[in-house]
């Protein structure tokens, strides 16, 4: 069964502490997205890659940046943490073309204390 | 701004009618055109996709598409308790890697 994998289900982080979120897929994907979801707000994409060591901005990028070292992980790095990041993190991937949509992890729910 | 819109709800139908959602999107040149089901407290799932202009059916699902109007839907027949859920629509520009754009989501209650 295809899968792509957060690390974490359930994160409570401090506020100035650094965070990183992980996610592997074994699908063989070329793109790979980090979003967030807040209510009313629907999913808002964070960054992107579309390649190993390459990554492109989203809609939201201020406070975060990602790696990614190898093509199957993608990681997601909150420089330093604010309440304001409290969010459910979903990592996804896809084909370079996105025909056939994307495939979810189960998601982190990030909570800033 | 590509947008794809879609009324937030909550949409109640009872159990065993159909329940039907709408997505309408603004790029006329769009290409590819998803449904997502999210749990609370889940992460999306794909339901259906759809390509071409007209109807697609997968069991109790039918997703339709009409291009020159711009609007993209989904249909439940014999609604069920568990189809509680919100429903993303998604929509391929098919113009770069930044792939999908997704909706807010029409959040669905089944009413047994």
């Known amino acids: 069964d295809v899968k792509v994998t957060q690390s974490s289900r359930y994160l409570v982080k401090r506020t100035g502490e650094k965070v990183f979120l992980e996610c592997v897929q074994d699908m063989d994907h070329e793109n790979m997205f980090w979003y967030r979801q807040d209510p009313g707000l629907g999913l808002r994409l964070i960054y992107f890659s579309y390649d190993v060591k390459m990554k492109e901005k989203g809609d939201i990028p201020e406070g975060y940046s990602v790696s990614r070292e190898k093509k199957e992980r993608f990681s997601l790095i909150l420089e330093s943490a604010s309440t304001n990041q409290t969010s459910m993190y979903l990592c996804?991937?896809?084909?370079?073309?996105?025909?056939?949509?994307?495939?979810f992890g189960s998601g982190t729910r990030l909570t800033v204390v | 701004q590509k947008e794809v819109e879609q009324n937030s709800g909550p949409l109640s139908v009872p159990e065993g009618a159909i329940a039907s959602l709408n997505c309408t999107y603004s790029?006329?040149?769009?290409?590819?055109f998803f449904w997502y089901r999210q749990y609370s407290g889940k992460s999306p799932e794909l339901i259906m996709f759809?390509?071409s202009n007209g109807d697609k059916e997968d069991g109790r699902f039918t997703a339709q598409l009409n291009k020159a109007s711009q609007y993209v839907s989904l249909l439940i027949r014999d609604s069920q308790p568990s189809d509680s859920a919100t429903y993303l629509c998604?929509?391929?520009w098919g113009g770069g890697a930044d792939g999908l754009t997704f909706g807010k989501g029409t959040h669905l209650i089944i009413q047994p």
């Open positions: 996804a991937s896809s084909f370079p073309t996105g025909d056939y949509g994307y495939t």
């Open positions: 790029d006329r040149g769009s290409q590819s």
């Open positions: 998604a929509v391929n």
């Open positions: 759809i390509y």
